[in-house]
DNA sequence: CGGGCAACGGCAACTTCCTGCCACACTGGC
DNA sequence: GCCAGTGTGGCAGGAAGTTGCCGTTGCCCG
């Protein structure tokens, strides 16, 4: 019934045939590095019983790459949300089949394999939860256009160690206005704090 | 009499010839990402008239490959020092040539070398004076194991997002030790933020 | 044993950062 | 013009982080 999957290679050659018949997938990541991504992507293909949803971080909006693979799969009809909460990496296949990643264990991480109605039942309506207070990515994007505009200027001023004051001089702005805008970008890296912040930034590339 | 280099390749391929002519070389770098060590080394050899003189931030101790390497280098008989202050990216040959990093374009940093007697002077004026409030390695090495020991769970603390208050608690220590550690360590990274810190945490793997 | 000596951690003063509140300016629709 | 909606930035009060100071503790050495 559940069942350990110890890396990320694994876990796509067991599973990818379960991707490809499902006729309803449902999943949640924090952002683009996960097998399912990583590799060349097969070209997914929609037929008109198949529902995809797919619920990220605002992080992701961040990285112009990402970014525009998210639009890619929106193009192509696979539902896709920003999520403003936390979420771990969870897959659901036919609301059936739960995928939950663990531990990273050294460079590898860790997938749990459930194949049980009834684990696919609760995991699937804390997904919906969720899911309900995702915005979809247009809408949300359009909301975010703006922080993206300003993030780069904004990351190169926080990464230059300078204090707030100095930096909102140099861009321009209030204290108040800059302070605020650090925040968004914070709660758009899921950060609570500015290292934190720092790290993610990083993380993403975009410093 | 003043030459621009357009990247670590073409300076590497320039240049090879005079390090290995050269009886004197001085150099200093925030890390160990430069041209000079990204390559798989020429195993350094030293003739005993040959001076080499290596100035590093604090930083790179806390990866233990870098760690390893600069303890390898001191080994073969170069003098190397940990600078605490910042310092750009320097190379000084035979109190003759100086090599100088300049701006980051797109990912290829520009380089600039001087064969002149002029600015050599000057340049090694600077650099002997930077050289002698830097430590040496292994003094320095000494009184750095301690940070070195916690930065790992420190770092992770901080990359959690946690505040001071909860990360201290997390370790045994009190706020107010915890809070010298992380000044520490931010000193060590060169970082006058946090969220510089985080990045730079972030750019040397540390997190 | 007693006297440095170094690390610890509480305290306090200070700085930096965070955020709610509100007045102000700008904009688009009526 | 008027009005609602939105973004801005000052201000204030509070939270978080930074630093000097100092008493305490444990340790090593004479």
Redesign the pocket.
């Known amino acids: 019934m559940s069942t350990i999957v110890r890396s990320e290679e694994a876990l796509f050659a067991r599973t990818a045939h379960l991707f490809a018949a499902a006729s309803e997938v449902a999943c949640a990541a924090d952002d683009l590095n996960t097998w399912a991504t990583s590799k060349p992507r097969p070209r997914p293909q929609l037929h008109g019983d198949k529902r995809i949803r797919k619920m990220f971080r605002p992080g992701v909006l961040l990285d112009p790459r990402s970014a525009a693979h998210l639009h890619e799969l929106d193009q192509v009809g696979v539902d896709v949300r920003i999520s403003p909460d936390e979420i771990n990496e969870t897959i659901i296949l036919d609301r059936r089949i739960v995928i939950l990643a663990g531990e990273l264990v050294g460079a590898t991480r860790e997938f749990r394999v459930f194949d049980s109605a009834d684990v696919a039942r609760s995991v699937s309506t804390l997904y919906d939860a969720a899911w309900r207070v995702a915005s979809p990515l247009r809408t949300y994007d359009r ?1 975010f256009a ?1 922080l993206r505009a300003l993030a780069p200027r904004l990351l190169e001023v926080l990464a230059s160690g300078s ?3 100095t930096a909102a001089r140099e861009l ?9 805008r ?2 968004e970008l ?1 709660t758009a890296l899921g950060a609570t ?2 290292f934190q912040a720092g790290v993610r930034a990083r993380e993403l590339g975009l410093v």
Chains 1, 2 share one sequence.
């Open positions: 909301s703006e204090k707030d004051e321009n702005l209030g204290v108040r206005t800059y302070r605020r650090v925040a914070m704090s500015r």
